[in-house]
Protein backbone atom coordinates (compact mmCIF):
# COMPACT_ATOMS: atom_id res chain seq x y z
CA UNK A 1 0.00 0.00 0.00
CA UNK A 2 0.97 3.16 -0.80
CA UNK A 3 2.00 5.52 2.26
CA UNK A 4 1.01 9.47 2.59
CA UNK A 5 4.47 10.21 3.21
CA UNK A 6 5.20 8.55 -0.35
CA UNK A 7 2.10 10.15 -2.01
CA UNK A 8 3.18 13.62 -0.38
CA UNK A 9 6.79 12.70 -2.37
CA UNK A 10 5.44 12.75 -5.82
CA UNK A 11 3.34 15.57 -5.05
CA UNK A 12 6.12 17.94 -4.06
CA UNK A 13 8.30 16.42 -7.35
CA UNK A 14 5.39 16.99 -9.56
CA UNK A 15 5.52 21.07 -8.70
CA UNK A 16 9.34 20.57 -10.25
CA UNK A 17 10.65 20.54 -14.23
CA UNK A 18 12.64 17.91 -15.38
CA UNK A 19 14.64 17.19 -12.18
CA UNK A 20 11.16 16.16 -10.75
CA UNK A 21 10.49 13.96 -13.80
CA UNK A 22 13.50 12.46 -13.77
CA UNK A 23 13.25 11.56 -9.91
CA UNK A 24 9.53 10.42 -10.12
CA UNK A 25 10.34 7.95 -12.57
CA UNK A 26 12.59 6.59 -10.57
CA UNK A 27 10.34 6.55 -7.67
CA UNK A 28 7.15 5.73 -9.23
CA UNK A 29 7.27 1.56 -10.16
CA UNK A 30 8.61 1.66 -5.88
CA UNK A 31 5.41 2.82 -4.93
CA UNK A 32 2.92 2.29 -7.47
CA UNK A 33 3.94 -1.42 -8.92
CA UNK A 34 0.64 -3.68 -8.48
CA UNK A 35 3.00 -6.41 -7.26
CA UNK A 36 3.89 -4.79 -4.07
CA UNK A 37 7.74 -4.62 -3.51
CA UNK A 38 9.63 -4.43 -0.24
CA UNK A 39 11.17 -1.95 2.14
CA UNK A 40 14.66 -2.56 1.03
CA UNK A 41 13.96 -2.14 -3.24
CA UNK A 42 11.62 1.29 -1.93
CA UNK A 43 14.52 1.90 -0.43
CA UNK A 44 16.77 1.30 -3.20
CA UNK A 45 14.14 3.61 -6.03
CA UNK A 46 14.35 6.13 -2.86
CA UNK A 47 18.38 6.44 -3.07
CA UNK A 48 17.86 7.00 -7.08
CA UNK A 49 15.56 9.71 -6.42
CA UNK A 50 18.47 11.31 -3.97
CA UNK A 51 20.88 10.72 -6.74
CA UNK A 52 19.58 13.00 -9.29
CA UNK A 53 17.45 15.72 -6.57
CA UNK A 54 18.87 15.18 -2.66
CA UNK A 55 15.60 16.39 -1.29
CA UNK A 56 14.87 16.67 2.07
CA UNK A 57 11.83 14.98 2.08
CA UNK A 58 13.29 11.95 -0.22
CA UNK A 59 15.94 11.78 2.35
CA UNK A 60 13.00 11.76 5.56
CA UNK A 61 11.68 8.98 3.06
CA UNK A 62 13.99 6.75 2.53
CA UNK A 63 14.70 6.95 6.99
CA UNK A 64 11.55 6.13 7.32
CA UNK A 65 11.58 2.94 5.13
CA UNK A 66 15.02 1.70 7.16
CA UNK A 67 13.09 2.64 10.39
CA UNK A 68 10.25 0.30 9.43
CA UNK A 69 13.32 -2.23 7.94
CA UNK A 70 14.87 -2.25 11.82
CA UNK A 71 11.39 -2.57 13.22
CA UNK A 72 10.90 -6.24 11.27
CA UNK A 73 14.68 -7.26 11.86
CA UNK A 74 15.68 -9.80 14.74
CA UNK A 75 19.04 -9.36 14.68
CA UNK A 76 20.60 -6.63 17.43
CA UNK A 77 23.49 -5.50 15.25
CA UNK A 78 21.17 -5.31 12.01
CA UNK A 79 19.03 -2.91 13.92
CA UNK A 80 21.08 -1.02 15.54
CA UNK A 81 22.93 -0.60 11.70
CA UNK A 82 19.10 0.63 9.85
CA UNK A 83 18.52 2.79 13.14
CA UNK A 84 21.91 4.26 12.36
CA UNK A 85 21.22 4.80 8.63
CA UNK A 86 18.10 6.06 9.28
CA UNK A 87 18.99 8.74 11.76
CA UNK A 88 22.16 9.97 9.23
CA UNK A 89 19.09 10.37 6.98
CA UNK A 90 17.03 12.46 9.19
CA UNK A 91 19.71 14.67 10.12
CA UNK A 92 20.36 15.36 6.61
CA UNK A 93 16.68 15.79 6.20
CA UNK A 94 17.37 18.16 9.01
CA UNK A 95 20.05 20.34 7.45
CA UNK A 96 18.06 20.88 4.07
CA UNK A 97 14.98 21.74 5.65
CA UNK A 98 15.82 22.85 9.41
CA UNK A 99 11.96 24.30 10.24
CA UNK A 100 10.74 21.32 9.79
CA UNK A 101 9.59 19.86 12.84
CA UNK A 102 8.97 16.38 11.41
CA UNK A 103 12.45 15.97 10.79
CA UNK A 104 13.51 17.02 14.08
CA UNK A 105 11.24 14.58 15.47
CA UNK A 106 12.27 11.95 13.30
CA UNK A 107 16.07 11.89 14.61
CA UNK A 108 14.83 12.18 18.34
CA UNK A 109 12.89 9.29 17.67
CA UNK A 110 15.81 7.31 16.48
CA UNK A 111 18.07 8.67 19.22
CA UNK A 112 15.82 7.95 21.49
CA UNK A 113 16.07 4.28 19.85
CA UNK A 114 19.76 4.19 20.17
CA UNK A 115 19.45 5.27 23.56
CA UNK A 116 21.79 8.74 23.09
CA UNK A 117 19.22 10.13 25.68
CA UNK A 118 20.79 13.12 25.73
CA UNK A 119 21.17 13.95 22.14
CA UNK A 120 17.47 13.08 22.23
CA UNK A 121 16.17 14.98 24.42
CA UNK A 122 18.18 18.55 22.72
CA UNK A 123 16.37 17.32 19.49
CA UNK A 124 12.83 16.73 20.81
CA UNK A 125 13.55 20.59 22.66
CA UNK A 126 14.60 21.78 18.86
CA UNK A 127 11.28 20.06 17.06
CA UNK A 128 9.23 21.83 20.21
CA UNK A 129 10.40 25.41 19.64
CA UNK A 130 10.33 24.62 15.69
CA UNK A 131 6.83 23.61 15.91
CA UNK A 132 4.93 26.59 18.20
CA UNK A 133 1.62 25.70 19.24
CA UNK A 134 1.27 22.99 16.86
CA UNK A 135 1.31 19.98 19.45
CA UNK A 136 -2.02 18.41 17.78
CA UNK A 137 -0.18 18.27 14.77
CA UNK A 138 3.23 16.81 16.11
CA UNK A 139 3.17 16.10 19.86
CA UNK A 140 6.65 17.08 20.39
CA UNK A 141 5.99 17.20 23.99
CA UNK A 142 3.88 14.45 23.81
CA UNK A 143 6.49 12.15 22.66
CA UNK A 144 9.34 13.68 25.00
CA UNK A 145 7.48 12.76 27.75
CA UNK A 146 7.33 9.14 26.61
CA UNK A 147 11.31 9.36 26.14
CA UNK A 148 11.36 10.58 29.53
CA UNK A 149 8.76 8.44 31.20
CA UNK A 150 10.54 5.29 29.49
CA UNK A 151 14.23 6.91 30.86
CA UNK A 152 12.95 7.11 33.89
CA UNK A 153 11.39 3.38 35.08
CA UNK A 154 14.78 2.47 33.27
CA UNK A 155 16.81 4.57 36.20
CA UNK A 156 14.44 3.76 38.85
CA UNK A 157 15.07 -0.06 37.68
CA UNK A 158 18.65 0.42 37.78
CA UNK A 159 18.22 1.57 41.22
CA UNK A 160 19.35 5.74 39.80
CA UNK A 161 16.51 7.26 42.33
CA UNK A 162 17.43 11.01 42.09
CA UNK A 163 17.68 10.05 38.27
CA UNK A 164 14.49 8.51 37.90
CA UNK A 165 12.98 11.32 40.05
CA UNK A 166 14.25 14.00 37.66
CA UNK A 167 13.08 12.04 34.50
CA UNK A 168 9.97 11.70 36.32
CA UNK A 169 9.68 15.38 36.62
CA UNK A 170 10.33 16.68 33.43
CA UNK A 171 8.21 13.82 31.73
CA UNK A 172 5.11 15.37 33.89
CA UNK A 173 5.54 18.93 32.83
CA UNK A 174 5.31 17.62 29.31
CA UNK A 175 2.37 16.15 29.52
CA UNK A 176 1.02 18.39 32.29
CA UNK A 177 1.72 20.77 29.05
CA UNK A 178 -0.16 18.64 26.36
CA UNK A 179 -3.27 18.72 28.53
CA UNK A 180 -3.11 22.57 29.30
CA UNK A 181 -2.96 23.25 25.56
CA UNK A 182 -5.87 21.01 24.80
CA UNK A 183 -7.49 19.77 27.58
CA UNK A 184 -7.69 16.75 29.87
CA UNK A 185 -11.03 15.49 27.66
CA UNK A 186 -9.00 16.12 24.26
CA UNK A 187 -5.88 13.55 25.37
CA UNK A 188 -5.82 10.37 23.37
CA UNK A 189 -6.05 7.05 25.40
CA UNK A 190 -2.34 6.60 25.74
CA UNK A 191 -1.70 9.91 26.49
CA UNK A 192 -4.09 10.05 29.39
CA UNK A 193 -2.62 6.61 30.63
CA UNK A 194 1.08 7.69 30.22
CA UNK A 195 0.05 11.18 32.38
CA UNK A 196 -1.80 8.49 34.87
CA UNK A 197 1.23 6.57 34.89
CA UNK A 198 4.03 9.43 35.18
CA UNK A 199 2.39 11.52 37.83
CA UNK A 200 2.17 7.53 39.97
CA UNK A 201 5.99 6.66 39.21
CA UNK A 202 7.01 10.62 40.52
CA UNK A 203 5.08 10.04 43.79
CA UNK A 204 6.12 6.52 44.30
CA UNK A 205 9.80 7.59 43.67
CA UNK A 206 9.06 11.04 46.12
CA UNK A 207 7.87 8.45 48.76
Not at 32 to 55: D, H, K, N, Q, Y
Not at 66 to 83: F, G, I
Not at 174 to 190: C, F, N, P, T, W
Amino acid sequence: MTSLAGIGVFALLALFGWKGSLASAKLWPAYFSRIPLGLETRASAVSEGIAIWPLGSLYRERGALYQKMASQCTSTDEVSELLGLALLDFRKAEELNPYDPEHAIGSAILLSALDRDEEAEITFNRSISIQGEMEAAFQSHSLLAKHLYSKGISEFSDKKTQLALNSFQLAAAHIDKVAELYGDGLLSRSQQAMRVGVHESWEQVCC
